[in-house]
């Protein structure tokens, strides 16, 4: 303000008050919001004190009004039991009232006896006062008859007199007993008053309180029993059966009424685990029950799936209270079982240690390990019930009488429960046995996979098999529709055509359209059929392993929604989709095999197109085991540890997809490219152990010196496992001659060729007796060997290895193997079936299929389970099973002992020959690998392929040396003349060239050394050759006349060693 006073200065006003603390704003709005709790804290507890005070203060008021009524109701008890009088109907309600209002288990259980012995005496007009629904003695009834139940309970837990529980059951018998109502109110009303009086009671706990009294009332039994044990465990029976039988009456038409009843009966009774009464008394007494409501308890269960427990002990349960007949029963009856089996997967991985569980869930407690040992012992009673004979013969045909296609579905919700819950389920269930040999079933069930469909949401519909085929995706609705299905058919046809030799899978003895007396399928309905499995298979595969990966860590998705919960869903979804990809590419594994022991699918038909191999990077490509252990299909990638890391960088999905369908399914990829994958293989892994450590320096090696004449002696010694443990390092040979004289010349992979070449010849010679020639001149182990070599499991260890050896250096040698020998090396299980036997020994064969097809008397023709051998000159009988000499065959066991007598033949005689050369072979070549490729094709890696030799590709891959060239005139006489060779005149020259008449397998360019022509001199000469070189030696002809008889003349000779 302006001064009138004439000063235009403002003067500075001085405070001495002192400085003052400034308060920012962010903080004095936080002290206003502390303030504001604080008094929001003080209300909530001044509200809290008055809600405090006024339950207190309610609760001592009742307890003192309790007090009064309880001494009111004893004056008036004494009072009358002075008087000698009994309480007239008024005086009885006003102290039921009483009763009602103070009632405690632990004070008034005496007074509760004392009214009940009163409501006895007036029963008859209290069942009439109480049969109006709406009065209050209705009400007052069902608290007393409560009270009652919930005293016997209690009183179970304590040392309670026998009369108080006498008393009590005497008045649930009679209040709840449908003759003395009936009689006392007319069928009706007595029908309308048991209802309301049991809904009450159920709603309150009945069964529960009812089954504490059995658990705890009847005494142990020693064998299951529809008698009850004492006239206790009678009268218990019949508080469970009453409301049972309540529902079977005409009257009683109320589903909801029988829903609550046998919901209520499951919970408590079935559901729980089954303590010895329940199982050995009353499951057994309610299954003689002539009015056990069956159908009703189905319906219940169905429509509480999800409140009832899908327990072991209730499939225990439903399965001992089965009916034996399914009229109007056998879609809900299946729907039922398929959610009870459910169940069975977990408690078999629980009591088999299964692989989806975690360490730290297996390891439980005491309590939870003797209850998975109570819940496998209930399983094990469950699975011989389904597995009685008139049960399943039951079953089938009432499924064969059927034609709803909804059976069909449940049915096979009910086998694939079984199938994923069980390895050997097929062979352990007779369900699933006899329904693998119906046809029609089968054909059935393939026509309805195919059918399966889903609608998109412009109304196209679209077959769930070209879903899985393109590896899309799909909800957990439709993968329930359509994974039972497939993995059912794929385990049941499997299971028929392992049973059917190749006469009754090719229909040969049948006429036409006669094929569903044995197959399902007719031979050209099956070339669809494998086509579409092949894209299921390949569509798995994308679905084990997808492109995506999860945006969610399954770990953060576990500590969300719970460990237990997600381990649950997912190990079973999980397990669900790898039994299907086991089952599918099983089946047509099987389906390829029989294809190539006699073709009926088009050439090209297993190759698949998708399949894109990395043949451009074969330095990155691996088959090893441990490498796909991390890629766990349908589960996703696991962490990887420190070592793991350091091994290479995770694999890319294609890579994972690559491997697996080479490991299951290789023959969807041509044989040529897998070749190449097995070539580039053994190319990774020379470089390991051949490679150069440096520039100038070579790595270790193998230096070995061996005399000619005594090739496998020396190399069987000197190349054992104690002297060369790695067999896969480059090999350097000295060889000696007959003199001791070391031969003239260095090793530069020409001696080891040959060495090697000439080692095997010598190991596989029949002479040596190692080995043995079947009819058609294949080589197979000798079953007698133990008569001439004592430690011959190792001589076959070190063929195996000498054989991995020539397939590691790729050198072609001519060994004949016998068809099953190549099997057994290449499968993943060493051990081969009947249908192998006719590479064997096929006379055997066919006298065995006689046998199967013979329609005399089998004892006729005096055969035993034995087997005579001759074991050079000496006859010796073994037995085919124990006590074989003493077994007739018959016409019931005959294909046990074609089984047993083709297992003996290629399996059980040369089991450990086969077992020792399989170890030595993939002591230098994986086996991972070499199961890349069938019998038939390992034997065309070994030997190469029976194919006419390429002239103009050996011309091109040809090198020359010593003066000549490709325009050298004896040169063009020498293509000329072997362009007019016939095929075999041409194998026999690259023979004596190679050693091997036939061609490399990729063609002429991967032979190594590579094909030469050398000038040899004088033309009196005939042609020579060094086959450790690919060496041919050819003299400078000038007629063609001459060239061609010399040539022939020198590769028709046989010539053997140095020649040249």
């Not at 397939?807 to 060493?830: D, G, H, T």
């Not at 079936?833 to 006379?843: E, M």
Request: proline letters at 5%; one cysteine or more.
């Amino acid at each position: 303000m302006y001064s009138f006073e004439g000063e235009f200065r403002r003067r500075p006003q001085q405070n001495l008050s002192g400085a003052s603390k400034k308060q920012e704003r962010n903080e004095l709005l936080q002290r206003a919001q502390n303030e504001r709790h604080k008094r929001e804290e003080l209300r909530k507890r001044y509200s809290s004190t008055i809600l405090i005070q006024a339950f207190v203060r309610g609760y001592l008021t009742r307890q003192h009004y309790k007090k009064i009524q309880r001494a009111e109701f004893d004056q008036t008890v004494q009072h009358n039991s002075s008087v000698g009088q009994t309480p007239d109907g008024q005086t009885l309600a006003l102290l039921i009232q009483k009763l009602l209002f103070f009632y405690s288990e632990e004070e008034d259980a005496s007074r509760l006896v004392w009214i009940s012995q009163l409501l006895l005496k007036q029963h008859e007009h209290i069942m009439v006062a109480a049969e109006r629904p709406r009065d209050v003695w209705t009400w007052r009834l069902c608290r007393l008859l409560h009270m009652n139940v919930a005293h016997m309970a209690a009183a179970t837990q304590q040392a309670s007199n026998r009369e108080s529980l006498a008393i009590s059951l005497r008045t649930i018998e009679v209040f709840t007993s449908w003759e003395i109502s009936q009689r006392i109110l007319g069928e009706s009303k007595a029908n309308a008053y048991l209802t309301h009086l049991f809904t009450y009671l159920v709603n309150r706990g009945y069964f529960e309180q009812v089954r504490c009294l059995i658990d705890n009332k009847i005494p142990p039994l020693l064998e299951a029993s529809p008698r009850p044990p004492t006239q206790l465990a009678a009268c218990l029976f019949d508080m469970v059966t009453r409301p049972l039988q309540l529902v079977t009456t005409s009257q009683s038409n109320s589903s909801e009424f029988s829903g609550l009843i046998l919901h209520a009966l499951c919970r408590h009774i079935l559901a729980p685990p089954l303590t010895e009464p329940v199982k050995l008394f009353i499951i057994p007494a309610l299954a003689e029950l002539a009015y056990f409501p069956f159908r009703e308890l189905l319906e219940a269960l169905k429509l509480n799936a999800h409140s009832v427990p899908a327990s072991t002990w209730l499939l225990f349960a439903v399965l001992s209270l089965e009916w034996r007949h399914f009229d109007g029963l056998l879609l809900i009856y299946l729907q039922i079982l398929a959610s009870l089996t459910v169940n069975i997967s977990r408690v078999y991985s629980v009591s088999n240690g299964g692989a989806l569980h975690n360490s730290h869930e297996a390891s439980g407690d005491d309590s939870d390990s003797e209850m998975d040992h109570e819940d496998s012992n209930v399983l094990e009673q469950c699975v011989e019930m389904l597995n009685e004979l008139s049960r399943v013969q039951t079953l089938l045909l009432a499924v064969d009488l059927s034609e709803d296609p909804q059976v069909l579905q449940a049915l096979c919700q009910v086998c694939h429960n079984l199938l994923v819950a069980h390895k050997f389920a097929i062979h352990k269930y007779k369900l699933l046995y006899m329904l693998a040999f119906k046809p029609t079933f089968l054909r059935h069930l393939w026509t309805a996979i195919l059918s399966v469909c889903q609608t998109s949401l412009f109304g196209s519909a679209t077959p769930l098999l070209h879903v899985i085929s393109r590896g899309i995706a799909m909800s957990h609705e439709d993968s329930d529709r359509i994974v039972p299905l497939l993995a059912v058919f794929c385990s049941l046809f499997g299971l028929l055509i392992a049973t059917l030799h190749d006469s009754e899978f090719y229909a040969d003895d049948n006429p036409a359209g006669a094929f569903l007396t044995t197959m399902p399928f007719s031979v050209p309905e099956l070339v669809p059929l494998s086509l579409t499995l092949k894209e299921v298979c390949l569509g798995l595969v994308e679905l084990a392993f997808p492109d995506s990966r999860p945006s969610v860590r399954d770990d953060c998705r576990s500590a969300v929604r719970g460990r237990e919960q997600h381990s649950a869903a997912s190990n079973q979804e999980t397990q669900m989709w790898a039994h299907l990809f086991k089952v599918t590419v099983g089946l047509v594994r099987q389906l390829h095999a029989r294809d190539i022991r006699r073709p009926f699918c088009p050439e090209g038909h297993w190759i698949s197109k998708q399949v894109m191999l990395p043949l451009d990077k074969p330095s990155d490509f691996t088959l090893r085991r441990h490498r796909l252990r991390n890629y766990r299909p349908f589960q996703g990638l696991r962490a990887f540890t420190r070592e793991e890391l350091e091994e290479g960088p995770p694999l890319s999905t294609k890579e994972v997809r690559t491997m697996t369908i080479l490991r299951e399914l290789p023959f969807l990829v041509a044989f040529q490219e897998r070749v190449l994958v097995f070539q580039s293989l053994v190319l990774k892994d020379k470089m390991e152990h051949q490679g150069e450590h440096s520039h100038f320096l070579q790595g270790p090696s193998i230096q070995l010196a061996v005399r000619r004449n005594y090739l496998y002696e020396d190399a069987f010694d000197k190349l054992s496992p104690e002297n060369e443990p790695e067999l896969r390092l480059r090999m350097r040979v000295q060889l000696v001659n007959a003199a001791g004289m070391d031969e003239a010349g260095v090793d530069g992979g020409g001696v080891f060729r040959e060495f090697l070449s000439e080692l095997l010849k010598t190991a596989f010679d029949p002479n040596r007796g190692f080995f043995r020639l079947t009819k058609d001149n294949q080589l197979y182990p000798n079953p007698n060997v133990h008569l001439l070599v004592d430690d011959f499991p190792r001589h076959y260890y070190f063929i195996g290895r000498i054989l991995g050896k020539a397939l590691y250096e790729n050198l072609l040698v001519e060994i004949p193997l016998a068809e099953f020998f190549l099997s057994k090396l290449v499968s993943r299980y060493s051990d081969v079936d009947v249908h192998h036997l006719a590479s064997l020994d096929p006379i055997m064969y066919r006298n065995l299929l006689s046998l199967k097809s013979y329609e005399g008397d089998v004892a006729d023709l005096g055969l035993d389970f034995t087997v005579l051998n001759d074991e050079l000159g000496e006859r010796r009988v073994d037995e085919l099973k124990s006590g074989g000499s003493n077994i007739p065959v018959t016409a019931s066991n005959r294909i046990e002992y074609i089984h047993l007598m083709a297992d003996y033949k290629l399996n059980k005689q040369i089991r450990a020959q086969c077992s020792a050369f399989k170890q030595g072979l993939a002591n230098v070549v994986p086996l991972e690998w070499l199961q890349m490729f069938n019998n038939k094709e390992f034997q065309v890696l070994i030997s190469g392929a029976q194919i006419p030799v390429d002239v103009e590709d050996l011309k091109q891959h040809t090198n020359y040396t010593g003066g000549y060239a490709s325009d050298h005139p004896t040169i063009r006489l020498f293509w000329k003349v072997v362009e007019n060779f016939t095929d075999v005149q041409r194998s026999q020259l690259l023979k004596f060239v190679t050693s091997c008449s036939r061609p490399p397998l990729l063609g002429f360019k991967e032979l190594d050394p590579p094909f030469c022509i050398q000038h040899a001199g004088s033309v009196d000469r005939l042609p020579t050759a060094s086959t450790c070189m690919n060496l041919l030696k050819l003299p400078e002809f000038g007629e063609e006349v001459v060239l061609r008889d010399k040539l022939l003349y020198a590769i028709q000779a046989g010539a053997g060693f140095e020649l040249s």
